[in-house]
């Protein structure tokens, strides 16, 4: 089933205003991640306004669905959809990564409604999505759990292991997406650790694959629906991304992984998401 054109106007807005409060966030503390979290806003935008059954008037429902940044510093995408959804008021977004905040530099579950998984050190996001999709199983529970990597972050061994025991768990309840903007902190992926081919090393540990547009929302409903009709395996959307999406000057620049826009930095950034309208 495709989406309407008034569900893919409402679900761009959501995107938009998420990738706004990325800017702004990031700016205000002058630290922050605002590359990778530009790239995977669409994709949140997706789950947290069409797919996830939450609820942010009751953030701990036991059937709730799970979502875990393995990609714990790209923080700026999932603290601007929470908000957007209305976890918490838009307001405090201004407080990131300030003395005593709640929205520290990397989600925790501890102090934040909302948060499924306190995640940061890199590679362990998608062992703790495993578990919650496991005890999915045990419980005989029918949420799904969905986990963000980073093609960065598949480096790190302990993804691996736990691509091997989700697949040998059958854990058909859990769909992982790499954001594959194919740059990280130090260059381009291929230059730092070439991960491909991504597609046949997941097959390879026995999951569906799927690869997609990740700024492409009929794409992302496509994809998403395809892994909720796989049964007996997980699946992993290898969704093709721009680092920066959405701000020209940072579209496929390494150099803003970890970099905080200036005033005037930020005034362009706005200007071009608001459509070229000033920001008020």
Partial sequence: MTLSEQTLVELQEKANSIRQE??????????????????????????????????????????????????????????????EKGFFPKEELASFRKLNSRLQGHPSKKSLPGVDMSTGSLGQGLSAASGMALAAKLDKKDYRVYALLGDGEIQEGMIWEAAMSTSHFQLDNLTAFLDYNGLQIDGSTSEVMDPNPLDAKFRAFNWH????????????????????????????????????????????????????????????????????????
């Avoid at 205000?28 to 530009?38: K, N, Q, T, V």
């Avoid at 970099?259 to 005034?267: F, G, K």
Wanted: aromatic fraction near 6%; avoid cysteine; charged fraction near 20%.
């Fill in 209 to 280: 694959v799927i690869m997609i547009d990740g700024h492409d929302f009929q794409q992302i409903n496509q994809a998403i629906e395809e892994a909720k009709q796989t049964k007996g395996k997980p699946t992993i959307i290898i969704a093709k991304t721009i680092k920066g999406k959405g701000v020209s000057f940072m579209e496929n620049q390494v150099g803003w992984h970890g970099t905080a826009p200036n005033a005037e930095q930020l005034a362009q950034a706005l200007q071009e998401l608001n459509g070229g309208k000033q920001n008020a």
């Fill in 22 to 83: 990325i800017v702004k966030m990031v700016a205000e503390a002058s630290s922050g991640h605002p590359g990778g979290s530009l790239s995977a806003a669409d994709i949140l935008a997706y789950l947290y306004f069409h797919e996830m059954n939450i609820d942010p008037q009751n953030p701990n429902e036991p059937n709730r669905d799970r979502f875990v940044l393995s990609k714990g510093h790209a923080s700026p995408v999932l603290y601007a959809a929470l908000a």
